[in-house]
DNA sequence: ATTATAGGTGAACGTACGTTCACCTGCAAG
DNA sequence: CTTGCAGGTGAACGTACGTTCACCTATAAT
């Protein structure tokens, strides 16, 4: 029953971004007074499952807006009780850092699969109108866009597939950078 | 000097999960009245970088806490002026669904390289003790923990790695599924 | 039957919140 | 010079917030 309580409450933050009051808690549960919301929020309080500010507003706790980060695959998996996390993080701070030039690409076609980037894969790409050699860049090359590595032979730059398949681009015109890749994510 | 006072307010928001009040926001950008505060917020908002609600509490808006989505890699890449931007995502939302039962583990060695995930990548996966033909499984066979594609040859169950260099296992004495990987996430 | 307790109601209280008012600058236009 | 105005100060106001108090059930143990 409680963790029906606390379920509201997170589906609360989701949904506005920040946590309920009490008045919203009582229509959220069903209470009809304060003081019956604040019994459960000091309930909820000493089982870690939320936290209070100095002020007695509610703000969320790690287990609440973030996701529990565990070991390598080979060490195996807790069971609900011996939670062995080492670390909990935010997948947005954790992903990206400069928000105001970051975008999120859809990938199409295969030319860096053996990069581990798939059709359909999300792309993290970050601004950026210059590239180290080695990254992965989102660039028009002679009118046409692609997503590629950056890599130079001598004082020429040139993009190279992740595919056997496909050849080097060596750019004729012109080549322009627009944005580094600086994450991948998958969704099955 | 205005994107330096909101990009104040997300670093807040960012570290606080949620948004500052007034006299918060005085210290944030230095200033010794509440009323600054609100005349540099009644800006904000006509801006639309800000949102407030009927109580005048601030809440973030999309361009605050999402992450902005575009097109096909082949679509390009938009300049600072002209954004074509399709949706906004919050990566938590979109990644998770079951937030209780979700845990990020990293990956260990190269047996499924061909299905896009490599060393050092993390997984997203979800507690599950059962799982559907094709998923990729978190499991414990004969003592030893893998991560592997979950396959059936009749009503017999196996693990196939995606890597030609290793081959499929047949669970000996036991096999315990822990969880199912509902995505992958990579970070340069 | 009596008592104790967990869990709820409803009203009252102190205070921190966003808002508003009157006033004070520094700077640019005329 | 003076006028207007954007942008700040400081104090006062109404209200919504979390908290607290007294009281009311049900349920279970004695």
Redesign the interface.
């Known amino acids: 029953m409680e963790t029906n309580h606390s379920q509201k409450i ?1 589906d609360f933050y ?1 949904d ?4 309920p009051v009490y008045t919203e808690i009582m229509k959220l549960v069903g209470f009809r007074s304060k003081n019956a919301v604040h019994k459960l929020i000091n309930k909820l309080v000493e089982k870690d499952i939320l936290d209070k500010d100095s002020r007695g ?1 509610l ?2 706790n790690n287990l609440f ?1 973030e ?12 069971s ?1 009780a011996e939670e062995a996390i080492l670390d909990t ?8 850092k400069n ?1 105001a030039a ?8 295969d030319s860096m ?1 053996d990069a ?3 059709e359909g ?5 970050e ?1 950026k109108d210059e590239a180290k050699v080695g ?2 860049v ?1 660039a ?1 090359v002679d009118g ?4 590629k590595f950056f890599r130079k032979k001598g004082q020429v730059a040139y993009l190279e597939p992740a595919n056997k398949a496909y050849k080097p681009i060596y750019p004729e015109a012109s080549m322009h950078i ?2 580094v ?8």
Request: glycine share 10%.
């Open positions: 997170l989701k506005n971004k920040r946590m507003r703000i969320p807006g996701v529990p980060m565990l070991g390598l695959v080979e060490a195996g998996f807790p609900v993080i935010n997948l947005d701070d954790y992903l990206i928000k970051t975008y999120l690409l859809t990938v199409k076609g699969i581990g980037i798939q894969d999300l792309v993290i790409a601004r990254d992965i989102i028009e046409g866009w692609t997503m627009a944005a890749v600086k994450g991948v994510i998958r969704k099955y």
